[in-house]
């Protein structure tokens, strides 16, 4: 095997495909520096034109471990790249000569190729596209495997060899050859032989253990025969003894038959004459019922009466409660008292605010006086000291130069002092000025937010009389519409008993005759949607011919009910119209209408049409006749429709009794019909029956249409107050919009605002007012400040220049026992002033106190009460008296449903009493006919007990039979020889004997205990598994040996392929350095590309030439 062909396109430097075809012999390539020889093979062996080819081709097509796992980078580097060209893939295709089938193909000649993009590789193997795997198997086959990896050998390898120690050599020539996978591989074999021996253990340990069990089966398999013989010994004696019990028990059967017969005849009497007592019960159950029914009924009415007289009793006293709560607050009204209250509390805060008043001036006066008291005194105080001082000065001073001195510094201080007090006055005057300007302007201000708010109060006054004479109107609407709603209320109760009654007839309606209230309904709902089609249509002119049905046309006493319905029948509730045309059109309405998935509306629709009808005349009046008369003469119909009611009842006469009624038929030859229903035709056919006039078809019809006027009229007048409900609501509405309206404008009002801003500014002058106090009164102190210190000044003055004084002169002693007796008369009046102040100030304390947090607050509450009872001499007033108006109505028709409901009560109660005795003696009737039923009864449970008896006695026979038949075939047939003759010898026994044999029996297959009944399977089952497991060891035992052979001759393989391999490396070895070292000469090879040489390694596309 070898390579002959090489195909490469866009790999590394090869952009265009190139085919390097290869021939036996080429060995060696040699070249100088950088002529490719790293990653090109060329030869001239012999000399001619050779392709290029990459040794990394080779081995990326060979599956080096080189170009095994390439990254995205690995393998951009491996696609062909120059400038302005870039391959998006490669491939490399090797086609080898396979004629020694080294490759596992059969075929001459093995193409493997292997294609790079830059993300997968693509195999393919003779043209076909494989997996990577089985290219490798292939290679593998051929010796490339991944194990040796030595199928190509690099540079340096050789010398390697060459210079490696024997051990090492053989180690790398082992490897070579492949010892070592076949190392691995047995290495792998090793497990699934020693699982295999595992296996033949434990099927040697099974087939042990089902040899035991086989001999335990077979013993059990003998015990089992035994048991057998038993067992069908005693089902033949079963079977004998069942099949002649089967025998007697037929003969009795047969005897308990005929005795059934007669009691079943003797029970018909009986039960004939049972009915005929039941017949009497039930007559008198029925008078007991009707009685009791009508009993209920009365004393339902007479419950619902007495709870209706407790309701309006009740009513009345909440009633009279509620009058006379109106009247008394009507007659007891407390607006004078609270405006007499009003105008204590408001003389009383006059009063107070008067004494809060003198009590301030006073208060302001006293501090005044104060103060003036505490200057005086200061300056007197001031004198004195400053005269004591001036006999002091001697000790003071050592010279008269050295007061004048002092002196002087300290008229130099005071004149500086008064300097500043002059300044201090002065501004303190311009501040005085600036606050009385801006008190002139908050006077300004404040008069005009007073005009502003008086504006504001006089709209807001405007606003709260519109407000008032809104509520007014608001409040009368209320009641009417309170007046409105109890009335709605009234009529809607009266209205909902009319719909209850409605209900309650048409469903009694619906159960005498449902049909027909279909059909009647059926057709209003047609004409509906005929009428819906509009003017000028025909379905709306077919409808308009529609009258309505028959028993609409005419009305009846309540007694004559039962004869219209005798007469008249289904006909009552045929349709009548105008012409058959309309009677057509609307059928066809009918036929289209769906119902059911179809179409055709259920029922039977008749007609009558009016123009295609024959007026026949009537029967006329009968004289002399009390109990005859034409049934025409008590029917009330519409003149128009009079030829329609002729045509059922025109021909009829209406009878006392049925015995009237025959000779009447027979005297005027006409049919005839009594008050009760039963109808006697002139041919001689009779009909009668039973029929209540409670359930009359005719007379419920009359009923529920009377009370359907009552209730579309009771609607009517509901939907009326209603209406007037919502026009009340409306109104209402409308008044609470406009005073939500005046509402949201009071609540806008500036008056809160403006009141606000007088609290402010107020304020603000209160505190320019204090400001103002406290600086006059820095003023005041200031200006006796003053006049001390010019005081001293002039006194420092006089004393100036003159000799120390040793003692005050005459005036000085004079004044100063003045100033003394001021000083003391000061300290007195300035203590009783101070007392006046405290006094004074606790009692304007007690003034405001009382004004503010009492009197103002009392005021304000009674104002809202006046307002309160203000809104109710606006309307609450009128409200009271129209309601009193009203509850006096009510009330006077309350007395009167009283006196009603207690007269119709009286009446119930009779008939409860009357009924309560007819009720009694059904019930006494009832009691004997049942007493009567009851013997008879007793006398029919005897006879039907000995029948039942003589049943059950039958069934238990008839049950057993069953059970032996059952029994014979559970014991199955008997085919076999032995159990045949068995059951002939058993058939001469007699019952004794065959129960003894039997008991004897039944002893024995008790001493069969825990026979295994499955024995003889098992033992089958066992023996078949047995030769199963037999099969299977020999099976795993030739597997076995035939493993252990194969790897005995692999292992010889191996040795004998190895001593080979060597010999044959040597002999190449030897081959190799004669075709390498040739004597006597020297080859070698120049690449050139278009005639010159190429000494770079750079790309390049061209052809190589060999020279």
Same mark, same amino acid.
């Given at each position: 095997?070898?390579?002959?062909?090489?195909?490469?396109?866009?790999?590394?430097?090869?952009?265009?495909?190139?085919?390097l075809?290869?021939?036996?012999?080429?060995?060696?390539?040699?070249g100088?520096?950088?002529?490719?020889?790293?990653?090109?093979?060329?030869?001239?062996?012999p000399?001619?034109?050779?392709?290029?080819?990459?040794?990394?081709?080779?081995?990326?097509v060979?599956?080096?471990?080189?170009?095994?796992?390439?990254?995205?980078?690995?393998r951009?580097?491996?696609?062909?790249c120059?400038?302005?060209?870039?391959s998006?893939?490669?491939?490399?295709e090797?086609?080898?000569?396979?004629?020694?089938?080294?490759?596992?193909?059969?075929?001459?000649?093995?193409?493997?190729?292997?294609?790079i993009?830059?993300?997968?590789?693509?195999y393919?193997?003779?043209?076909?596209k494989?997996?990577?795997?089985?290219?490798e198997?292939?290679?593998?086959c051929?010796?490339?495997?991944?194990?040796?990896?030595?199928?190509?050998?690099?540079?340096?390898?050789?010398?390697?060899?060459?210079?490696?120690?024997?051990?090492?050599?053989?180690?790398?020539?082992?490897?070579?050859?492949?010892?070592?996978?076949?190392?691995?591989?047995?290495?792998?074999?090793?497990?699934l032989?020693?699982?295999?021996e595992?296996?033949?253990?434990e099927?040697?340990k099974?087939?042990?253990?089902?040899?035991?069990?086989?001999?335990?089966?077979?013993?059990d398999?003998?015990?089992?025969?035994?048991?057998?013989?038993?067992?069908?010994?005693k089902?033949?004696l079963?079977?004998?003894?069942?099949?002649?019990?089967?025998?007697?028990l037929?003969?009795?059967?047969?005897?308990?038959?005929?005795?059934?017969?007669?009691?079943?005849?003797?029970?018909?009497?009986?039960?004939?004459?049972?009915?005929?007592?039941?017949?009497?019960?039930?007559?008198?159950?029925?008078?007991?019922?009707?009685?009791?029914?009508?009993?209920?009924?009365?004393?339902?009415?007479?419950?619902?009466?007495?709870?209706?007289?407790?309701?309006?009793?009740?009513?009345?006293?909440?009633?009279?409660?509620?009058?006379?709560?109106? +009247?008394?607050?009507?007659?007891?009204?407390?607006?004078? &008292? /609270? *405006?007499?209250?009003? #105008?204590?509390? $408001?003389? @009383?805060?006059?009063?107070?605010?008067r004494?809060?008043?003198?009590?301030?001036?006073?208060?302001?006066?006293t501090?005044?006086?104060?103060?003036?008291?505490?200057?005086?005194?200061?300056?007197?105080?001031?004198?004195?000291?400053?005269?004591f001082?001036?006999?002091?000065?001697?000790?003071?001073?050592?010279?008269?130069?050295? +007061?004048?001195?002092?002196?002087?510094?300290?008229?130099? &201080? /005071? *004149?500086?002092?008064? #300097?500043?007090? $002059?300044e @201090?006055?002065?501004?303190?005057?311009?501040?005085?000025?600036?606050?009385?300007?801006?008190?002139?302007?908050l006077?300004?201000?404040?008069?005009?937010?007073?005009?502003?708010?008086?504006?504001?109060l006089?709209?807001f006054?405007?606003l709260?009389?519109?407000?008032?004479?809104?509520?007014?109107?608001q409040?009368?609407?209320?009641m009417?519409?309170?007046?409105?709603?109890?009335?709605?209320?009234?009529?809607?109760?009266?209205?909902?008993?009319?719909?209850?009654?409605?209900?309650?007839?048409?469903?009694?309606?619906?159960g005498?005759?449902?049909?027909?209230?279909q059909?009647?309904e059926?057709?209003?709902?047609?004409?509906?949607?005929?009428?819906?089609e509009?003017?000028?249509?025909?379905?709306?002119?077919?409808?308009?011919?529609?009258?309505?049905?028959?028993?609409d046309?005419?009305?009846?006493?309540?007694?004559?009910?039962?004869a219209?319905?005798?007469?008249?029948?289904?006909?009552l509730?045929?349709?009548?119209?105008?012409?058959d045309?309309?009677?057509?059109?609307?059928?066809?309405?009918?036929n289209?209408?769906?119902?059911?998935?179809?179409?055709?509306?259920?029922?039977?629709?008749?007609?009558?049409?009016?123009?295609?009808l024959?007026?026949?005349?009537?029967?006329?009046?009968?004289?002399?006749e009390?109990?005859?008369?034409?049934?025409?003469?008590?029917?009330?119909?519409?003149?128009?429709?009079t030829?329609?009611?002729?045509?059922?009842?025109?021909?009829?006469?209406?009878?006392?009794n049925?015995?009237?009624?025959?000779?009447?038929?027979?005297?005027?030859?006409r049919?005839?019909v009594?008050?009760?229903?039963?109808?006697?035709?002139?041919?001689?056919?009779?009909?009668?029956?039973?029929?209540n006039?409670?359930?009359?078809?005719?007379?419920?019809?009359?009923?529920?249409?009377?009370?359907?006027?009552?209730?579309?009229?009771?609607?009517?007048?509901?939907?009326?107050?209603?209406?007037?409900?919502?026009?009340?609501?409306h109104?209402?509405?409308e008044?609470a919009?406009?005073?939500?309206?005046?509402?949201?404008?009071?609540?806008?009002?500036?008056?809160?605002?403006?009141?606000?801003?007088?609290?402010?500014?107020g304020?603000?002058?209160?505190?320019?007012?204090?400001?103002?106090?406290?600086?006059?009164?820095?003023?005041?102190?200031?200006m006796?400040s003053?006049?001390?210190?010019?005081?001293?000044?002039?006194?420092?003055?006089?004393?100036?220049?003159?000799?120390?004084?040793?003692?005050?002169?005459?005036?000085?002693?004079?004044?100063?026992?003045?100033?003394?007796?001021?000083?003391?008369?000061?300290?007195?009046?300035?203590?009783?002033?101070?007392?006046?102040?405290?006094?004074?100030?606790?009692?304007?304390?007690?003034?405001?106190?009382?004004?503010?947090?009492?009197?103002?607050?009392?005021?304000?509450?009674?104002?809202?009460?006046?307002?309160?009872?203000g809104?109710?001499?606006?309307?609450?007033a009128?409200?009271?008296?129209?309601?009193?108006?009203?509850?006096?109505?009510?009330?006077?028709?309350?007395e009167?449903?009283?006196?009603?409901?207690?007269?119709?009560?009286?009446?119930i109660?009779?008939?409860?009493?009357?009924?309560?005795?007819?009720?009694?003696?059904?019930?006494?009737?009832?009691?004997?006919?049942?007493?009567?039923?009851?013997e008879?009864?007793?006398?029919?449970?005897?006879?039907?007990?000995?029948?039942n008896?003589?049943?059950q006695s039958?069934?238990?026979?008839?049950?057993?039979?069953?059970?032996?038949?059952?029994?014979?075939?559970?014991?199955?047939?008997f085919?076999k020889?032995?159990?045949?003759?068995?059951?002939?010898?058993?058939?001469?026994?007699?019952?004794?004997?065959?129960?003894?044999?039997?008991?004897?029996?039944?002893?024995?297959?008790?001493s069969?205990?825990?026979?295994?009944?499955s024995?003889?399977?098992?033992?089958?089952?066992?023996?078949?598994?047995?030769?199963?497991?037999?099969?299977?060891?020999?099976?795993?035992?030739?597997?076995?040996?035939?493993?252990?052979?194969?790897?005995?001759?692999?292992?010889?393989?191996?040795?004998?392929?190895?001593?080979?391999?060597?010999?044959?490396?040597?002999?190449?070895?030897?081959?190799?350095?004669?075709?390498?070292?040739?004597?006597?000469?020297?080859?070698?090879?120049?690449?050139?590309?278009?005639g010159?040489e190429?000494?770079?390694?750079?790309?390049?596309?061209?052809?190589?030439?060999?020279?």
């Amino acid at each position: 095997m070898h390579m002959t062909k090489i195909i490469i396109e866009g790999f590394k430097t090869y952009r265009n495909k190139t085919v390097l075809c290869l021939e036996p012999g080429l060995n060696v390539i040699i070249g100088r520096n950088g002529a490719g020889k790293t990653n090109l093979m060329c030869g001239k062996y012999p000399p001619k034109v050779i392709p290029v080819v990459f040794l990394a081709a080779i081995q990326f097509v060979l599956l080096s471990n080189e170009f095994q796992h390439l990254s995205k980078r690995d393998r951009e580097h491996l696609l062909h790249c120059s400038s302005g060209f870039r391959s998006t893939s490669a491939y490399v295709e090797i086609i080898f000569n396979n004629e020694d089938r080294r490759l596992p193909e059969d075929k001459n000649e093995v193409r493997i190729r292997r294609e790079i993009t830059s993300s997968k590789d693509v195999y393919q193997l003779n043209g076909c596209k494989v997996l990577k795997h089985h290219v490798e198997h292939v290679l593998q086959c051929a010796g490339f495997s991944k194990i040796n990896p030595y199928y190509i050998i690099k540079q340096g390898q050789i010398s390697n060899l060459a210079m490696l120690s024997n051990e090492k050599r053989l180690e790398l020539l082992v490897d070579t050859t492949g010892a070592n996978l076949w190392k691995e591989l047995r290495s792998k074999d090793e497990p699934l032989l020693k699982d295999v021996e595992s296996k033949i253990t434990e099927l040697e340990k099974l087939i042990k253990k089902t040899e035991d069990n086989l001999t335990r089966f077979e013993k059990d398999k003998v015990q089992y025969q035994k048991w057998l013989e038993v067992v069908t010994k005693k089902k033949a004696l079963e079977a004998t003894v069942a099949k002649k019990d089967r025998e007697q028990l037929k003969e009795r059967i047969k005897t308990a038959m005929r005795l059934l017969n007669d009691a079943k005849a003797e029970d018909q009497s009986a039960s004939a004459e049972m009915a005929h007592r039941n017949n009497e019960v039930a007559e008198a159950e029925r008078r007991f019922k009707l009685y009791q029914s009508e009993l209920r009924a009365a004393q339902g009415r007479l419950k619902y009466l007495a709870d209706i007289a407790q309701d309006l009793a009740l009513e009345h006293s909440k009633l009279e409660f509620e009058l006379a709560d109106k +009247r008394e607050r009507s007659v007891n009204n407390n607006m004078e &008292k /609270l *405006n007499e209250e009003l #105008l204590r509390i $408001e003389s @009383e805060i006059a009063e107070k605010t008067r004494e809060r008043l003198v009590v301030c001036n006073d208060y302001d006066s006293t501090v005044r006086e104060e103060f003036e008291i505490n200057a005086r005194l200061m300056l007197d105080e001031q004198r004195r000291q400053q005269l004591f001082a001036k006999l002091g000065r001697e000790a003071l001073f050592s010279s008269i130069e050295e +007061r004048n001195d002092w002196i002087k510094e300290e008229q130099r &201080k /005071l *004149n500086g002092l008064i #300097l500043q007090e $002059e300044e @201090e006055m002065q501004n303190i005057n311009e501040e005085i000025e600036a606050d009385e300007l801006k008190m002139k302007n908050l006077e300004t201000v404040i008069a005009g937010i007073d005009e502003e708010k008086l504006l504001a109060l006089e709209s807001f006054k405007m606003l709260n009389q519109r407000k008032k004479e809104l509520q007014l109107e608001q409040r009368q609407l209320q009641m009417s519409r309170n007046e409105l709603w109890r009335k709605e209320c009234d009529v809607r109760h009266g209205w909902k008993q009319s719909y209850d009654k409605l209900a309650a007839l048409e469903k009694k309606l619906r159960g005498a005759m449902n049909w027909q209230t279909q059909i009647f309904e059926s057709i209003e709902m047609v004409l509906d949607k005929m009428k819906k089609e509009g003017h000028g249509t025909l379905a709306f002119e077919m409808a308009s011919q529609y009258r309505g049905l028959l028993i609409d046309q005419f009305t009846c006493a309540d007694e004559v009910c039962c004869a219209i319905d005798a007469v008249a029948g289904n006909r009552l509730f045929y349709s009548i119209v105008d012409t058959d045309k309309a009677g057509s059109e609307i059928l066809k309405w009918i036929n289209r209408e769906p119902y059911n998935d179809g179409f055709g509306l259920p029922g039977s629709f008749n007609f009558y049409a009016r123009n295609r009808l024959q007026r026949t005349p009537s029967i006329g009046p009968i004289r002399g006749e009390d109990a005859v008369m034409p049934l025409m003469t008590q029917v009330n119909c519409i003149p128009e429709m009079t030829p329609v009611v002729e045509q059922i009842f025109g021909r009829v006469l209406l009878c006392r009794n049925f015995d009237d009624a025959l000779d009447a038929a027979k005297t005027y030859d006409r049919d005839c019909v009594t008050f009760e229903g039963d109808a006697v035709r002139r041919n001689g056919v009779l009909k009668g029956g039973y029929r209540n006039i409670a359930k009359s078809g005719s007379k419920i019809y009359f009923e529920f249409k009377k009370a359907k006027q009552v209730e579309q009229t009771e609607l009517a007048y509901l939907k009326e107050v209603e209406s007037q409900i919502r026009v009340a609501d409306h109104k209402c509405n409308e008044n609470a919009s406009e005073l939500q309206k005046i509402e949201t404008k009071l609540s806008q009002t500036k008056i809160g605002l403006l009141e606000e801003d007088l609290k402010k500014h107020g304020g603000e002058l209160s505190i320019s007012r204090q400001a103002l106090e406290r600086k006059l009164a820095i003023t005041r102190k200031l200006m006796m400040s003053l006049e001390a210190n010019r005081a001293n000044l002039q006194m420092l003055e006089d004393e100036f220049q003159k000799d120390f004084e040793t003692e005050l002169g005459s005036e000085e002693r004079v004044e100063v026992d003045q100033l003394n007796e001021r000083i003391q008369s000061a300290k007195i009046k300035l203590t009783n002033v101070n007392a006046t102040r405290l006094k004074l100030e606790g009692l304007k304390n007690a003034l405001e106190s009382r004004l503010n947090d009492h009197l103002l607050r009392t005021k304000r509450v009674l104002d809202e009460k006046v307002q309160e009872e203000g809104d109710y001499d606006l309307y609450g007033a009128v409200v009271d008296q129209k309601a009193i108006g009203y509850l006096e109505e009510h009330l006077q028709n309350l007395e009167c449903n009283i006196k009603a409901n207690s007269a119709e009560m009286l009446v119930i109660e009779e008939k409860v009493a009357d009924l309560s005795k007819n009720v009694d003696k059904s019930k006494n009737e009832v009691d004997s006919a049942k007493s009567r039923r009851l013997e008879q009864q007793v006398e029919v449970d005897k006879r039907r007990d000995a029948k039942n008896k003589i049943l059950q006695s039958i069934e238990r026979k008839e049950a057993a039979l069953r059970d032996i038949s059952a029994k014979l075939i559970k014991l199955g047939s008997f085919t076999k020889e032995d159990e045949k003759q068995m059951i002939d010898i058993y058939a001469e026994w007699n019952m004794k004997e065959l129960e003894r044999e039997l008991t004897l029996v039944e002893g024995q297959l008790k001493s069969f205990k825990g026979v295994d009944r499955s024995a003889e399977l098992n033992c089958a089952d066992a023996a078949k598994k047995l030769t199963e497991m037999k099969k299977e060891m020999l099976r795993f035992k030739n597997d076995h040996s035939r493993c252990e052979e194969l790897i005995r001759n692999v292992e010889f393989s191996k040795n004998k392929a190895i001593e080979c391999a060597l010999e044959l490396v040597s002999k190449r070895f030897r081959q190799m350095f004669q075709t390498l070292v040739p004597f006597p000469g020297i080859g070698y090879i120049k690449w050139t590309y278009d005639g010159e040489e190429n000494e770079s390694d750079s790309e390049n596309e061209g052809e190589p030439q060999a020279s």
